[in-house]
């Protein structure tokens, strides 16, 4: 991971080296369609270094540790570095006569050649207004990328958040499985705790059948012996006496 982050930060190196010369060696290039392509290229070059800043950007935000912190810390230089070059090619552009400014060389009108002071105060007012539409494309730039970060950092929480949910779901159906299996073990249970207890009152039944059954047979054997006994061991009556 960190070799793709060295391959950006080298492209950087080398765009922001040719930007930079760019904008060093523009006041030298002819007016005209020259000029305005050696512009065009150098925009086209900064757009390129940003996109690589952000490139570098996503591959930090994906590491950890020590190594995240000091890559931060570098990348944070080099978005300031492409703040420089911002400012120093509006610098560059704004410093050449454009509009009024080039009708007005070309013209010549005042005395001497010199341009009249309705079109120098016309072309520092237009002048002062791309400056600050230049400002506020660059504060937008900023903007912007400030909320891709948070979209990113965003887009990381929700990943997280899902991967929880997913294992919790994963968890509350294991829990589910095992609660169904416990349900059927407990009627499973209840169907036992049932037999048993009919089996206990069936047996209570037999014992107490047995017991009067018992007592029953006591209870005959002691009328036997009290009562059938008395009759039989009773003796004779005598005789009555004769006529002699």
């Not at 070059?45 to 996503?58: C, G, P, R």
């Not at 009108?109 to 079109?119: A, D, F, K, Q, V």
């Not at 730039?141 to 997280?160: A, D, F, M, N, W």
């Not at 018992?214 to 009562?227: K, M």
Request: charged share 25%; proline share 4%.
């Amino acid at each position: 991971m960190t070799e793709m982050f060295d391959n950006y930060e080298q492209e950087f190196k080398n765009m922001t080296a040719t930007v930079g010369a760019n904008i060093q060696s523009l006041p030298g290039v002819p007016r005209g369609d020259d000029r305005d392509k050696a512009m065009t290229t150098i925009q086209k070059e900064i757009t390129e270094a940003e996109s690589l800043v952000q490139q570098m950007d996503l591959e930090v935000r994906s590491m950890t540790g020590a190594t995240r912190s000091e890559l931060q810390s570098r990348v944070r230089g080099y978005k300031s570095t492409l703040q420089d070059l911002r400012t120093r090619f509006t610098e560059a552009r704004a410093a050449f006569p454009t509009g009024i400014a080039a009708r007005q060389e070309l013209l010549g009108s005042g005395p001497g050649g010199r341009p009249s002071p309705e079109l120098t105060a016309e072309a520092q007012t237009q002048r002062q207004r791309l400056l600050a539409q230049t400002d506020a494309l660059g504060k937008t730039s900023t903007r912007l990328e400030e909320t891709h970060r948070i979209c990113l950092e965003t887009e990381e929480i929700g990943s997280s958040i899902l991967s929880d949910l997913g294992q919790q779901r994963e968890t509350l159906e294991g829990t589910r499985d095992r609660l169904r299996g416990a349900d059927v073990d407990l009627a499973r249970s209840r169907r036992i705790l049932k037999s048993m207890a009919r089996r206990a009152m069936a047996n209570k039944f037999i014992m107490v059948g047995i017991i009067i059954t018992l007592i029953g047979f006591i209870a005959l054997i002691v009328y036997i012996q009290w009562f059938a006994g008395d009759g039989e061991d009773k003796p004779d009556a005598p005789a009555p006496a004769g006529g002699d």
